[in-house]
């Protein structure tokens, strides 16, 4: 959605509480804090599944972690690689499923030719540590195990992406880059159709995105509601799209205040229908 300013969390609609079916949320510095998912966060995680609300994350994490993910975390489904592909766990069949948006040719050659130069023409930067478990796409390092780079750096590495005509989107801690027409709404709209049997625009009123940096923009433009983590504040000059709500909370501390909002919400509208 595209609001002229966030509104405060405990403004999100008691109805769409009620009605919330999906909860797609983005992985790094929106369920986790310093790089740990804290024991809060995997908590509500599991309040959330336990009221019947169905998580998705939607990562630009690798392949490797969403294998993981998927068979052992509370959710229903993951959106990796920034929307490259969607694994889902059949918890009694004991069987995972892949989908990908991603053709038999990744053009591997092409991606490690354009990292060699982001490397080579923007100093302290470095390959992402996950990058041998990814499939589709790379990751440059800007945050992670790297000392933080200034916003200049971070353009500058943008600025190459740009150049050589690759799809990059900007986290809190990498910037991703890829060959191929599909972003992390594209993911989510897949695991609609394929996971949940229905159109995208059909969730449209069950389902609500959080997230927090600028690759998650493509969600809040798409979803008809989104919620942002407060580190967020940090990106908001620097994406058209905003979120609908914000939490006051960052991190994962604003992730378990907008699911603990949320899950008051729809006991309490419950109560009363």
């Given at each position: 959605?595209?609001?002229?300013?966030?509104?405060?969390?405990?403004?999100?609609?008691?109805?769409?509480?009620?009605?919330?079916?999906?909860?797609?949320?983005?992985?790094?510095?929106?369920?986790?804090?310093?790089?740990?998912?804290?024991?809060?966060?995997?908590?509500?995680?599991?309040?959330?599944?336990?009221?019947?609300?169905?998580?998705?994350?939607?990562?630009?994490?690798?392949?490797?972690?969403?294998?993981?993910?998927?068979?052992?975390?509370?959710?229903?489904?993951?959106?990796?690689?920034?929307?490259?592909?969607?694994?889902?766990?059949?918890?009694?069949?004991?069987?995972?499923?892949?989908r990908s948006?991603?053709?038999?040719?990744?053009?591997?050659?092409?991606?490690?030719?354009?990292?060699?130069?982001?490397?080579?023409?923007?100093?302290?930067?470095?390959?992402?540590?996950?990058?041998?478990?990814?499939?589709?796409?790379?990751?440059?390092?800007?945050?992670?195990?790297?000392?933080p780079l200034?916003?200049?750096?971070v353009d500058?590495?943008?600025?190459?992406?740009?150049?050589?005509?690759?799809?990059?989107?900007?986290?809190?801690?990498?910037?991703?880059?890829?060959?191929?027409?599909?972003?992390?709404?594209?993911?989510?709209?897949?695991?609609?159709?394929?996971?949940?049997?229905?159109?995208?625009?059909?969730?449209?009123?069950?389902?609500?995105?959080?997230?927090?940096?600028?690759?998650?923009?493509?969600?809040?433009?798409?979803?008809?509601?989104?919620?942002?983590?407060?580190?967020?504040?940090?990106?908001?000059?620097?994406?058209?799209?905003?979120?609908?709500?914000?939490?006051?909370?960052?991190?994962?501390?604003?992730?378990?205040?907008?699911?603990?909002?949320?899950?008051?919400?729809?006991?309490?509208?419950?109560?009363?229908?």
């Amino acid at each position: 959605m595209n609001a002229s300013r966030p509104a405060a969390i405990s403004s999100v609609p008691a109805g769409l509480c009620r009605d919330l079916r999906f909860l797609f949320a983005d992985i790094d510095d929106t369920l986790t804090t310093d790089g740990m998912l804290p024991d809060s966060s995997y908590r509500a995680l599991w309040d959330l599944d336990r009221a019947g609300i169905k998580v998705v994350p939607v990562t630009g994490r690798p392949a490797g972690w969403c294998d993981h993910i998927a068979r052992m975390w509370p959710v229903a489904g993951v959106v990796g690689e920034n929307g490259a592909f969607v694994y889902s766990y059949d918890r009694t069949a004991r069987k995972m499923n892949r989908r990908s948006l991603t053709g038999p040719g990744r053009q591997a050659d092409a991606l490690q030719r354009v990292a060699e130069r982001v490397l080579k023409e923007v100093p302290g930067t470095a390959l992402a540590a996950d990058q041998s478990f990814r499939i589709s796409d790379m990751a440059i390092d800007y945050c992670e195990d790297v000392p933080p780079l200034p916003t200049e750096q971070v353009d500058a590495i943008c600025r190459v992406l740009r150049e050589e005509g690759v799809h990059f989107k900007v986290s809190s801690i990498h910037v991703n880059f890829w060959i191929g027409d599909f972003d992390k709404l594209s993911g989510a709209r897949m695991f609609a159709e394929k996971n949940a049997g229905a159109q995208f625009s059909d969730l449209a009123e069950s389902s609500i995105f959080i997230g927090d940096s600028p690759n998650d923009e493509p969600l809040f433009e798409g979803f008809a509601h989104s919620i942002a983590v407060g580190n967020i504040r940090t990106f908001l000059p620097r994406i058209k799209h905003l979120p609908e709500f914000i939490t006051k909370a960052e991190c994962a501390a604003g992730f378990c205040e907008a699911a603990r909002t949320i899950l008051r919400k729809r006991r309490t509208t419950r109560r009363e229908s």
